[in-house]
């Protein structure tokens, strides 16, 4: 008997199966590249053939694509992505006092007592540091992302580079560059950059309590590890699904319901025919941007509204 | 005379006062619509880039009615109450309006200072011989929205629910339900109540500042500060949501004030700008939520 648990972000789609037990089962990371539909398609249809409908207990979502995900495949349970990482945090070790998390397009930080969420924060406006940034990175200097880690850990005299924003970090790693500094003392560099801004930033005036867990994509990078841990003097750990936490605890969240009855639609929904599209409504002076989801050219649901003229009379 | 009434900055806290005060006068109002996209869009265009979001919107405001009256109210508010000041942008905005829009009508320039009701009149008389040469005239209307003024019954105090924070900012970001993606709506719909600092006597928030070690500068801040102190002592709330436009100096200041003095309080802040999209927001105030309701029951599960 099986929960799914799917965490639709920015960058990435996340989709987890897990057992009575938490243990995961099956785990798959797809890039969402702005199509969280097709994401969870090409997901389930992964899926499809390992797992009948009626092994799936229950479904939760979480991720900045949440909704539209619960209303694709029927979720049983709708989470935000703070409260989705601590509980599959705690689900491995309930002692967690810290959670650094960082994502494709914001990072945060989550700090807990007795298990339970005591405070937590997210970053504002900027976006230094996070997955696509460092994508991008990556890109410029042509290392392939997997390896980025592995450059920081070969440095031995780390360049000082501008952290405090991501256009300034990148000026300056240029200068850096062109100043002729070794490309593996840059990343490394970089890596320390981006750890202290997100100290200064999303950290700022929170007290980081040992165990500190590491989630999110950017965990992958064990040049930031590091860099977290000499600049915190502690253990930095990052779980084995480091990338799939939230939908971990999406999937938990699902289980721990007392409700056993679940809302999913079945892996079926792989093959249905989707269409998106959008307008704007000129109900009123708002002039929403309205999202359309087609299925054979009957509207099937209506998001973005603020007033729910639309999303509140989704024909499904 | 027609006269054009900005719904921008505090306008929602002095509407009574103003609108009382120009039909008074026989003047005709117009107000702007509510603040809506092509306001914001408007604002944003042309104002410089520097400046806050409310700045902005109090922009598309102006330009939204400047070509349907003969005068448009800019008040340039300068202090509220003695010895306190409030944002400086509030003393350059009649400068800030000329510089940034074209074709204007007669805009209000003169200074007002509310904090004492001869100083007030000074603004009242500049502004009302506009209107009318009779003296008289306007030190009635000035009376008039003066006292519609002391009736008018701000501030929020939602009952019955089993959740309840301190709703923070100001007046213009908590009240204009289309900059703050109507943030008590979301609030309310995840059972948690709110409740703002004018529910809270004045005289109660200066017995409260007393701890600090100066008066604060600013009036906003001896506000906010004042009532979180007093609602937490009287567990009035469960936590603070501060709503802060992206780039404010004064909220700067009491965000950080207010952390340090009431450090183990649950404290969300919500940057608010340009952006129209509600997923980062709605993210924040769920989790914040959840944070809290978890704290009540005392169970993560």
């Known amino acids: 008997m099986y929960y799914l648990g799917v965490d639709v972000g920015s960058v990435s789609t996340d989709i987890v199966v897990i057992d009575e037990n938490y243990n995961v089962i099956e785990s798959i990371y797809l890039r969402t590249k702005g199509r969280p539909i097709k994401a969870i398609q090409e997901g389930f249809k992964r899926l499809e053939g390992k797992f009948k409908n009626s092994d799936i207990l229950g479904v939760g979502t979480t991720g900045s694509g949440r909704h539209i995900a619960a209303f694709l495949i029927g979720a049983d349970i709708v989470k935000n992505e703070i409260t989705s990482h601590a509980v599959a945090a705690l689900s491995l070790d309930k002692d967690v006092r810290t959670i650094i998390e960082i994502g494709g397009q914001d990072s945060k930080i989550i700090t807990l007592e007795n298990g339970m969420i005591t405070d937590f924060a997210m970053n504002t406006v900027c976006a230094a540091g996070t997955g696509s940034f460092l994508d991008r990175q990556a890109e410029r200097l042509e290392i392939p992302i997997e390896e980025f880690g592995d450059y920081a850990l070969k440095s031995k005299n780390p360049v000082r580079i501008a952290g405090r924003c991501a256009v300034f970090a990148e000026s300056d790693m240029i200068h850096k560059q062109q100043l002729g500094f070794a490309v593996e003392d840059i990343i490394k560099g970089l890596c320390e950059a981006l750890v202290r801004n997100y100290l200064n930033n999303v950290a700022k005036g929170k007290e980081i309590k040992s165990k500190v867990f590491f989630q999110g994509g950017v965990a992958a990078n064990k040049g930031m590890k590091k860099a977290f841990e000499e600049a915190l003097g502690m253990e930095v750990i990052v779980p084995k699904h480091y990338n799939m936490m939230g939908a971990i605890g999406a999937a938990i969240l699902a289980a721990e319901r007392k409700e056993k009855r679940t809302n999913f639609k079945g892996f079926e929904v792989a093959d249905i025919n989707y269409a998106t599209a959008s307008f704007e409504c000129k109900g009123c002076s708002n002039l929403c941007e309205v999202a359309v989801i087609k299925c054979e050219e009957k509207v099937i649901g209506y998001f973005g509204d603020r007033c729910g003229r639309y999303s509140g009379k989704v024909a499904v | 005379m027609k006269v054009g009434i900005p719904k ?91 510089n940034n829009i074209e074709d204007l009508p007669i805009i209000t320039k003169a200074p007002i200072y509310l904090f004492s009701s001869d100083k007030f009149f000074k603004w009242a008389y500049e502004t009302g011989k506009i209107l009318t040469k009779n003296f008289f005239k306007i030190q009635k209307a000035f009376e008039r929205a003066q006292n519609e003024q002391k009736k008018f019954k701000e501030g929020i105090n939602d009952k019955g629910y089993a959740l309840k924070v301190a709703l923070i900012g100001h007046t213009y970001n908590i009240y204009d339900t289309f900059i703050n993606m109507n943030v008590k709506n979301k609030l309310n719909k995840l059972g948690v109540g709110v409740i703002t600092h004018e529910v809270v006597d004045d005289n109660v928030k200066y017995l409260e500042i007393k701890k600090l070690f100066k008066r604060p500068f600013w009036t906003f801040a001896r506000e906010y500060y004042g009532f979180i102190s007093y609602a937490l002592k009287e567990s009035l709330i469960d936590g603070i949501v501060y709503l802060s436009s992206f780039a404010c100096g004064i909220d700067s200041v009491i965000v950080e004030l207010i952390k340090l003095d009431f450090e183990n309080v649950p404290f969300l802040l919500l940057k608010i700008d340009e952006h129209t999209g509600e997923a980062g927001f709605d993210t924040r105030i769920e989790a914040f939520v959840d944070m809290l309701s978890r704290r009540k029951r005392g169970n993560l599960a």
């Open chain 2, 8 to 98: 921008g900055l505090l306008y929602y806290k002095y509407k009574p006062f103003f609108n009382t005060f120009f039909e008074e006068l026989g003047a005709e109002i117009i107000e702007s619509p509510d603040t809506n996209k092509d306001i914001l869009d408007l604002g944003s265009t042309l104002c410089t880039d520097e400046a806050c979001l409310p700045i902005k919107v109090f922009h598309g405001h102006v330009e939204k009615i400047k070509d349907k009256c003969d005068l448009i109210l800019i008040p340039r508010i300068m202090q509220i109450y003695k010895r306190e000041f409030i944002c400086p942008k509030f003393c350059g905005i009649p400068e800030m309006i000329e």
